[in-house]
């Protein structure tokens, strides 16, 4: 659908982690087909902190969801790192996602009976450890909590902490299993203005520790902390910076 709107292409030489080729994805309801994501095409530069912005209802989860391979493009493909995701089975993508994408959420989620450690060790238990001997995953749960800057609550129980640092604690979960990527969706959306800023710090941190971090966000004020970005508008992208991307104009927006 984009050639046929004036589509421009940003060229930058950052290296392509993952690649969207025209991406287009829909759900028949009842009485109608409605296309939620139409043509997107981009790339996300290895070891970024990547927005994909945009108001309400713009596709933002949807296309998470495509990147993490939970849900799968009605047309065009994802490339991760070489590997097309939507040629594999549910079996293999849910393997292949425990190796490579570790998810935070903006509920942190973590199991509210066991503490910030046996959270971490519980996901090391769930992902087969990383490629650790299992005598190993203490200590790589208290690096990941070290990490986060959560070394001295290690044994205390998500309600004993602030949000802040249960999103810290949701993190060190998240990197257990040492993915090369973490998808956040709103990981700040719960929390206030000086803890969001402190969680994207950590989240920069990361990404000078090899790892590609990408998050929804319908704040520009963060989306302006990314070091790439997306903007969507209607399922389609309006605006990109530090990436490649094919644009539509604002004026040829479907709504
Ligand atoms: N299964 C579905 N069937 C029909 N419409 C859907 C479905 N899932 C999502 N949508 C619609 O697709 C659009 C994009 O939804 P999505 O959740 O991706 O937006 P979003 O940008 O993440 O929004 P928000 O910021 O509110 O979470 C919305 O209009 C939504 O109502």
Redesign the pocket.
């Known amino acids: 659908m984009s050639d046929m709107h004036t589509a421009t292409r940003y060229h930058l030489n950052a290296p392509a982690l993952i690649q969207v080729e025209h991406l287009t994805r829909s759900?028949t309801?009842r009485t109608q087909q409605?296309t939620?994501l139409h043509d997107l095409t981009f790339d996300v530069p290895a070891q970024s902190l990547f927005a994909i912005n945009?108001p309400?209802?713009?596709?933002?989860?949807?296309l998470l969801n495509m990147l993490a391979g939970i849900d799968q493009p009605t047309k065009g493909r994802v490339i991760f790192a070489g590997y097309e995701l939507k040629a594999q089975s549910e079996n293999a993508l849910a393997r292949w996602r425990g190796h490579n994408v570790g998810i935070i959420f903006q509920f942190f989620q973590l199991i509210p009976t066991l503490t910030a450690f046996e959270n971490v060790l519980l996901a090391l238990e769930l992902g087969g450890g990383g490629g650790l001997r299992r005598k190993d995953w203490r200590g790589r749960a208290r690096v990941c909590l070290d990490t986060v800057e959560m070394g001295a609550f290690t044994q205390r129980l998500p309600a004993e902490l602030s949000g802040g640092q249960q999103q810290r604690v949701a993190i060190a979960r998240a990197l257990a299993n040492d993915p090369p990527v973490l998808i956040a969706d709103e990981p700040t959306g719960n929390l206030d203005s000086v803890t969001a800023h402190s969680i994207f710090q950590t989240l920069t941190n990361l990404t000078h520790q090899k790892k590609t971090v990408i998050y929804?966000t319908?704040n520009p004020q963060f989306a302006s902390l990314a070091s790439a970005r997306i903007d969507l508008l209607d399922g389609q992208i309006v605006h990109a910076d530090g990436t490649t991307a094919i644009i539509t104009p604002l004026k040829e927006v479907h709504s």
Not at 56 to 62: A, D, Q, Y
């Open positions: 759900v309801t409605t939620l945009g309400s209802g713009s596709g933002k989860s949807t929804v319908h």
